[in-house]
C-alpha cells in the first residue's frame, strides 16, 4: 500500500493534472480490488 501511495504522490508532483490523477487513481482503485479478489480467491479455494 505504501509503494502505491509513494507511486501516486510522485505522479502528482511530476503531472499536476487533476484530469490525469482522476485516471490515475481510478486505475490504481481497479488494481488494488483486483488484488483483494484474488487474495480472497485464493484464500477460500474457488
Known sequence: M???SSF???C??????TELEKVLSFFLFKI???EIYRK???LHGF
Do not use: Q
Open 32 to 34: 488494488t480490488l483486483n
Open 40 to 42: 480472497v480467491k485464493s
Open 8 to 10: 501516486f504522490a510522485k
Open 2 to 4: 505504501f509503494i502505491v
Open 12 to 17: 502528482k508532483i511530476i503531472f499536476g493534472n
